[in-house]
Structures are given as C-alpha cells and as structure tokens.
C-alpha cells in the first residue's frame, strides 16, 4: 500500500526521503509554490497551512508523517477569478506590500475566523469561557505567529475584521 | 538535517521496540526537535513516530481529577471544557506560549520535555556543556539575558523554556511514565533536574522511558492566574513568569501555591513560600518577606541581573492581585 498526502483535494505519494518537510514536499513534489520558506524554523508562518483544518507551520513537520492527511494550500482557498473572502478583503485593504508573508496570513487567518467560530480562548481574551469578540487585540495575538516585514500590520488587521463581518452576514 | 531511518509506531509496545536503537528519538509534534535536527543540535539516527499510539484523551479520573494524553496538543488542552473551567491557570499558561500554528502541533510530553532556548546550546559552533558534555559554557561570560538566577551552576545557566509546565507545577500534577519495565508516576516538582555536574539532563526520564501522560488533581479553591513577563506582548520566552493559585479565607491566605518560569533550569517551585504565606494576612511587608525567601540565593550573570528585581516586583503584582491588596 503506498500511502498518500492529500493536497487541495488531489493525492499525491509520500517522497522516499524522511528529511522532506511537508513545506518542501508542497513546493518541490507538488509544484504549489504558492507556500513560502521564510525563516524554516517557524518563527515567520510564511509556511502556513492548514492539515485537516488546523494551521501549522508546514516548515517544522515532515511529509512523512502526513500520510492519510488533508493539506489545504492557499491555492486551494480561492484563485484570482474565484477568490476566498479574506482574499478578496487583503486585497481591498492592501494587507500586503512585497506579498511574501501573504499566503501564510491568509491561511492562517481561514483558520483563526474558524477557531474563533469554536469558542477558543486566545491570551487576549479577558475570560476564557465567553463568547469571542473579534477585536483588534484579538486579531493581533491570534495572528502573532505570522510576521510581516513590510509591516502592513494595520491593513492586515482591517481586512481580516472586514473578512469575518461578511462571514457573520 | 543529518540523514536518518523513520518508522513509525503502531502502539506503545511497538514504539518501544523500535526506539530500543543507537540513538533513536520520539517524535510527536516536532516542533521542537525538527528545529534542532536542521540546527544539528539533535541529531538522532532514527526517528520513531509515536503520533499513531493513541494517548490523546483527555478524561476525568475517579478521583475528580483531569488526566491530559502525552499526545494531547497544546491547542485540545487549552481549549478543553474542564480545563478551562477548573484549571485557567494551564489554559492561561499554555494561550501565552508560542503561536496557534505551534500550539495545534505541540504535544503535552513533548511541551514537558522540549528543551532550553540558550543561545549557545542551539548554536553548534558555540561552547555548551549541555550540548557538548566538557565544551564549557558560553553563556556566564557571554549573552545571558535569557539565563537563569536561581538553581544554576558552574557548568550551566540555562533557563526551562516552557510555560504550560510552570502551570502544571503550581497545580500539583504527576507525570506517569511508561517503559518496558513497568509505570512509574513522578510529580511535575521533581520531573526537571538542575543542572548540577550533568547540565545535559534536563529531566529524570530514562532510556526505554516515555512519558503516557500528566495527571491533574482534583480542582482546589482559589483564584488561578498566569503571569508573563516577556519582551513583547506575543510569542516570546518568559523573562519571569508566575503560575499563581491563591485562595483566601476572609482576611487570611488559605492556599498559595506558586510557581516561577524562566528564572531556572525548571519550573521553580518553593515550598517555603507556602509556609510562609499561609495563616498569614497579605500586605506589602509579607510580600517583601516571600520575594526576599524566593530570592535568598539568586544570582546574576551581568545581562540578566535586572531579573532578580523583575522576579520580585511581579511576585508582588501577582500576590496583590489575588489578594486584593493595594500595591
């Protein structure tokens, strides 16, 4: 049986080598460059994907251990014709400069609006058990493990408050 | 990253077996260890995955209290109805590590055995007796902001990173370990070593060892609180940080168990400050009376001597606070 990674809803096999990171067994195996290498030690969350829903650092995981999982790739959110909201709102709001961090905050930003939608507490919330409001403090910390060198910080925040209000519409 | 042979384990037995090899290492979330295998800090000739054993329950034990998976995330503990309910402080401690990237990944054993951030031991062109047993340590002459004042020794400095294990520390809770021999069950307290003549230790596992899962007592009275002190307000290491659960009894402190991160090789945790609070009524003297017993040995190293006065002013913000004494 050869054991297969699931990426944007199309299998592909595990490469031979253990060393392969799932970031570079998507850039390299799958041809999705869409993904980003910054630091490879995840501090930066350039390599942000989401495994069977949940972000992680594509950088600090090995392919290897990902066999039967569904990996979703900023290719697979949207594309220019057919954007996601958050795409389409990072656009509106210029939540970028260089655009190298983008596909990672917008990956991880899917992923916040969805744990936002579970109740998940976050260092910002003043209780852990209430309802979360999607406040710019809350955006900041949530969003803390993508950097951004251009520092579009205030526009990233904009959109990704402009993004969950049309998804609560 | 060195090459290596990766198998991956069907069960705790299995995963044993295949880790009974030169230099093998288990690998959970890899976070922490797929970091240091690119720095060539670790690097391990097999990697045994462990992700496909189970151990990711998080259940009440008979006695009411909470028992955590060894491969529980980070993410599944913080988020869990019981845990935030009746532990906010390991909530608290956990929400104020990392990221939510690191934290989904993260597990409980590997959380309590990742190790230092000292920037000579993840540096392999630097001296580290951690690392490289008699290489010596760059760090009490060098860089040290990160470093530890209390429980250091000649030969290291460096401080535990974690936050979640300060929590646990303060909690109370017990580390139940599996080997091929038998379980064995160690309290959080006594689960890090200091390090002493053997800096390369960070923990009291053994080889064929692995760590099924920690074990909360039942939830105690009291107010529960983490407090961090960092460098910038997300996803940086603790410079001091305070697990604090202290309950009160009209004007008296009932309960205060208290433990220290980012000031040590481990969570710290001093028995003498319970005694000394407890039957006591909070003011600022008995405050001062807890910073001076906590600090009686603290020792600098240059660059991070502003933690001693840190170390005592937060003890005081968070003894006011959960005593509702006036700073």
């Not at chain 1, 054991?3 to 253990?18: G, K, Q, R, S």
């Not at chain 1, 655009?99 to 209780?127: H, K, R």
């Not at chain 2, 491969?71 to 503990?77: E, F, Q, R």
């Amino acid at each position: 049986m050869t054991e297969t990674i699931t990426v944007n809803e199309t299998e592909y096999p595990i490469p031979a080598d253990p060393r392969v990171s799932l970031l570079d067994f998507l850039r390299q195996h799958v041809g999705l460059t869409g993904t980003k290498k910054g630091c490879d030690h995840g501090q930066c969350g350039a390599c942000t994907v989401l495994v069977n829903g949940m972000r992680i650092n594509s950088c600090l995981s090995l392919a290897v251990m990902h066999g039967g999982d569904s990996v979703t790739t900023i290719e697979g959110l949207g594309n220019p014709e057919n954007p996601s909201a958050l795409q389409k709102a990072f656009v509106e709001h210029d939540g970028y400069q260089c655009g190298y961090c983008t596909p990672g905050q917008v990956c991880s930003a899917t992923a916040m609006l969805q744990e936002i939608d579970n109740g998940w507490p976050s260092d910002a919330s003043e209780s852990l058990e209430g309802e979360v409001e999607l406040t710019a403090d809350e955006i900041r910390e949530r969003m803390s493990g993508n950097l951004c060198r251009c520092g579009a910080y205030p526009n990233i925040v904009a959109a990704i408050r402009d993004a969950a209000k049309e998804d609560a519409a | 990253m060195r090459p290596f042979d990766y198998q991956r384990a069907d069960g705790l037995t299995h995963a044993g077996q295949l880790a009974d090899a030169d230099e093998a290492a288990y690998i959970a979330g890899g976070t922490n260890l797929l970091d240091l295998m690119k720095l060539q800090v670790e690097t391990p000739r097999r990697l045994v995955d462990i992700n496909k054993v189970g151990m990711r329950e998080i259940e009440q034990t008979d006695d009411g209290g909470l028992r955590i998976g060894a491969l529980a995330t980070n993410t599944a503990t913080a988020s869990h109805d019981l845990v935030r309910r009746n532990y906010p402080v390991l909530a608290r401690a956990i929400l104020a590590g990392a990221t939510q990237q690191l934290r989904n990944r993260a597990t409980t054993g590997g959380n309590l055995c990742q190790r230092t951030r000292c920037y000579y031991f993840t540096n392999i062109d630097q001296p580290c007796n951690k690392r490289e047993p008699g290489s010596g340590c760059g760090a009490i002459q060098g860089i040290a902001r990160l470093h530890a004042i209390l429980g250091t020794s000649s030969q290291c400095i460096a401080t535990y990173p974690g936050d979640m294990a300060v929590a646990l520390s303060a909690l109370d809770a017990k580390v139940e370990i599996a080997s091929e021999s038998g379980e064995r069950t160690v309290p959080v307290r006594d689960f890090h070593c200091l390090p002493g003549d053997t800096p390369w230790r960070d923990n009291v596992l053994e080889a064929g060892e692995i760590i099924t899962s920690v074990v909360l007592p039942p939830p105690v009275a009291g107010r529960q609180s983490y407090r961090k002190v960092r460098e910038r307000s997300s996803y940086a290491f603790a410079l001091v940080s305070i697990a604090s659960i202290v309950e009160m009894e009209g004007d008296m402190i009932a309960r205060a168990d208290l433990a220290f991160g980012g000031v040590a090789h481990i969570p710290w945790h001093d028995e003498r400050l319970s005694n000394l609070l407890v039957g006591q009524a909070p003011d600022r003297k008995l405050f001062d009376k807890a910073a001076d017993l906590l600090l009686e040995d603290a020792q600098g190293y240059g660059e991070n001597d502003f933690k001693i006065p840190l170390a005592r002013r937060t003890l005081h913000a968070v003894l006011s606070e959960a005593t509702g004494v006036d700073q």
